[in-house]
């Protein structure tokens, strides 16, 4: 939105400069006319009161064109002036824009390493755990993982899957309650391997 506002406000400038750069030129033409016809006229060079009155007239209509120019020459000023008020007030908000998003990045940056990290340190635990387990129980795991969104396994933690957050039922609680602890337990309704912990109610 900034940008956009600033890229126009950078157009009005640079179109109001070339203005006020004709504005000069066309003044100092007149001018320059104007001095010269006044020159003729002071070295004497003009005789005829005829041609003497044609100069001098034509000496008054540049100085009215002058006049007007130069009235022309500071409207565009003022315009100028104000836009290039606008501009700074524009840049000022886009530097401080790009600085916020530049902060944002470095943040986004370093989370995304911080997350990289924690994902290759969580991987390489993963691994250590896994070497340790029954290859059969291994590929348990990651077949019901596949099918259940990325999570093979939940915690039984009071009497709720964590894996689906489903509460179990009093019969399927009964069943794990006398089911050895080497045994494997799979929830009926999501499937998941279900991890007796402290926090298990049975």
Same mark, same amino acid.
């Given at each position: ?17 070339? !203005?006020?750069?004709?504005? +000069? ?16 006229? +002071? ?9 003497? !009155?044609?100069?001098?007239?034509? &000496? ?28 700074? !007030? ?25 997350? +990289? $990290? ?5 991987? +390489? ?25 990325? &999570? ?8 709720? =899957?964590?894996? =689906? ?9 009964? &069943? ?13 309704? =999501?499937?998941? &391997?279900?991890?007796?912990?402290? $926090?298990?109610?049975?």
């Amino acid at each position: 939105m900034v940008d956009g506002e600033l890229v126009t406000a950078d157009t009005e400038v640079s179109d109001l400069k070339r !203005e006020q750069k004709k504005a +000069d030129s066309d003044v100092d033409q007149v001018r320059q006319r104007k001095n010269r016809n006044q020159q003729r006229m +002071d070295s004497g060079q003009v005789t005829s009161p005829r041609d003497l !009155e044609n100069l001098q007239h034509e &000496i008054g209509s540049l100085d009215r064109r002058i006049s007007d120019l130069e009235d022309a020459e500071l409207e565009v000023m003022e315009r100028l002036e104000a836009a290039e008020v606008v501009q700074a !007030e524009l840049q000022v908000r886009a530097d401080a824009f790009a600085g916020r998003q530049s902060e944002l990045e470095a943040t986004r940056d370093a989370t995304l390493k911080e997350l +990289d $990290e924690q994902r290759a340190t969580v991987g +390489d635990q993963r691994a250590t755990v896994a070497a340790e387990l029954p290859d059969d129980l291994v590929a348990l795991y990651l077949k019901v993982r596949e099918r259940n969104g990325g &999570i093979g396994a939940g915690p039984l933690v009071g009497k709720r =899957c964590m894996g =689906c957050r489903m509460e179990l039922p009093p019969s399927e609680l009964s &069943i794990i309650k006398t089911t050895p602890a080497d045994v494997v337990l799979r929830h009926e309704e =999501c499937g998941r &391997i279900l991890v007796r912990t402290p $926090e298990t109610t049975l």
